[in-house]
């Protein structure tokens, strides 16, 4: 069965510190793996996309992710968290053989100055 | 600009009343999708469709219907035999699966509220 697992509920990081968002994967197929953020009441933006080739890929806002085929793995990172990334994130997997996509359960991300 | 959008952004309704909400996109997308939204428990999938006139259950259609007469429209109803409808809803489009790179374009969201 396909799943997407999101172990972190919730982080809280400080200013300038790194950040790093896990996301593992249960998918049958190639998996197309991706990240959106979500501000409070708000519809989900793409932060970025992986469909092939280069295994780490970069998003707007700063964020990378790192696909890792043997863990089952795409982490987000981000080398400095900015107060404005303060928001839900949410991981997904999709395949090129069908439509549906699977999120996972959303990490909410707390800034502290 | 090239979009989607969702009206209401809120909406309040009796219980018993159906109501349907509503989603455009501009983006010359061929799937829309309905997703619902609770705290702590992601985005559940309500239906999708790919083509005109079709679509598909997702996990959590029990209660709700859906039309898709237009390219560009994907209305979603929620009907009184939804037992617990207060949610976030969300709309999305893509491509289709093979076309590209088909990722998701979320609209802004109907917040629903039934009492």
């Known amino acids: 069965a396909q799943s997407v697992t999101q172990p972190d509920i919730h982080i809280t990081v400080s200013e300038g510190a790194s950040l790093e968002l896990r996301c593992n994967y249960s998918?049958?197929?190639?998996?197309?793996l991706f990240w959106y953020v979500q501000s409070p009441g708000q519809g989900l933006q793409l932060l970025l996309k992986?469909?092939?080739?280069?295994?780490l890929v970069q998003g707007i806002k700063g964020f990378e992710a790192e696909f890792k085929r043997s863990q089952s793995s795409f982490n987000l990172r981000k080398p400095s968290v900015h107060w404005s990334d303060a928001a839900e994130y949410f991981c997904a997997v999709g395949s090129n053989t069908g439509n549906q996509f699977y999120f996972g359960t959303g990490t909410s991300l707390t800034v502290i100055p | 600009d090239g979009g989607i959008t969702q009206s209401p952004k809120y909406l309040f309704r009796k219980e018993g009343q159906n109501v349907t909400l509503s989603c455009e996109q501009n983006l010359n997308h061929d799937a829309m999708y309905w997703y619902r939204q609770d705290p702590g428990q992601g985005l559940r999938l309500i239906y999708y469709s790919q083509i005109v006139n079709d679509f598909q259950k997702g996990d959590i259609a029990e209660g709700y219907s859906v039309s898709r007469e237009k390219k560009e429209s994907f209305p979603l109803t929620v009907t009184s035999a939804q037992k617990n409808p207060t949610a976030f809803y969300l709309c999305?489009?893509?491509?289709?699966?093979?076309?590209?790179?088909?990722?998701?374009?979320f609209g802004p969201g109907t917040r629903l509220t039934v009492t």
């Open positions: 999305a489009s893509s491509m289709l699966a093979g076309h590209g790179t088909y990722e998701q374009y």
């Open positions: 992986y469909f092939s080739g280069d295994t």
């Open positions: 998918y049958g197929a190639t998996p197309y």
